[in-house]
């Protein structure tokens, strides 16, 4: 192997292995913060394909065909009926979806600068 490549490899390593450990602080961090409020973990909605981008490419199909929308509710009826909140991740970006208006009015009038809320 080349100088070049064994440094792009090595690279690319330490990038994955400095993502896990961030993502293993941030995920203390957020179970701690639910403890202190306490909340539980949603359920999960299983990962699709290789590190969760069958889920990526399922969402981005339906967006492409205008069921952006539509998908979400076929996701929360695949969780169960009275599933109104749930975690979703693809690679190790994790974001929770809900429906659940108690859950808007929280985020909205008290922590909505700690979220990402889309139009």
Known sequence: MSPVTTIVVF????FVVYKKILNI????????EAER???RDPP?????GFL?????AEIS???KKGRHPQWFVEKFD???RNIHTFRGSALDYEVLITRDPENCKAIYSTHAKDFEISP
């Open 11 to 14: 690279g690319l390593f330490s």
């Open 25 to 32: 602080f941030r995920r203390r961090k957020y179970s701690a």
């Open 37 to 39: 409020l306490g909340c």
């Open 44 to 48: 999960t909605l299983p990962n699709k």
């Open 52 to 56: 969760g981008l069958g889920r990526l």
């Open 61 to 63: 199909k339906a967006n």
């Open 78 to 80: 695949e969780m169960g």
